[in-house]
């Protein structure tokens, strides 16, 4: 499974060897890189911290890729920003410089189960529709009430949605 960022790393891994790759599901991803705009962001980003300055992602930027209901949840907020504490300004930093404009998916042949959030700003149900018209054998679900951090704001409904795939495939 490759969620948001990791979803460029998993098809990046199904195209390169496509042996190993039996299925794959692909959460909150998209086809596109970053504009110049976000990039600019980024490195604004990576510059205003250090290593010994960065405590993960800030509130208001946590608070974006949220659920209108789940925006103002300090609890999950500081869970969130523990976890980008936890991986470090060196993983930030090589995160948010990932170059993601070669990565392709035409080529995947796998069956696949791409997920979207209704309500992610950061990556469009538009964008996840576009993801599976590029890969063949694939199928879109969409989980409702939630934003781009799907798996800490809809676990249940993920793990359904990802069982339900599951089962379908040939064993």
């Known amino acids: 499974m490759g969620f948001s960022l990791g979803g460029y790393i998993a098809r990046t891994i199904a195209q390169k060897y496509p ?5 794959l ?3 909150a991803s998209s086809l596109h890189p970053d504009s110049e705009k976000q990039k600019q962001l980024k490195i604004a980003a990576i ?3 250090s290593a010994s300055t960065f405590h993960g992602l800030s509130k208001i930027a946590i608070s974006k890729s949220l659920h209108p209901n789940h925006a103002d949840n300090r609890q999950l907020i500081l869970r969130i920003q523990n976890m980008g504490k936890n991986l470090g300004f060196e993983s930030f930093k090589a995160q948010s410089l990932l170059d993601r404009s070669h ?7 796998c069956p696949t189960l791409i997920i979207s959030a209704a309500q992610d700003r950061l990556r469009s149900l538009d964008e996840a529709q576009e993801l599976h018209q590029s890969i063949a054998h694939s199928q879109l679900d969409t989980i409702e009430n939630t934003g781009h951090m799907t798996p800490l704001e809809q676990p249940e409904a993920l793990a359904a949605s990802m ?3 599951l089962n379908t495939l040939p064993l």
């Open 25 to 27: 599901i692909l959460m």
């Open 47 to 49: 510059q205003a911290a």
């Open 19 to 23: 042996e190993r790759i039996s299925a």
């Open 163 to 165: 069982l339900k795939w």
């Open 103 to 109: 990565i392709r998916s035409d080529a995947i042949q």
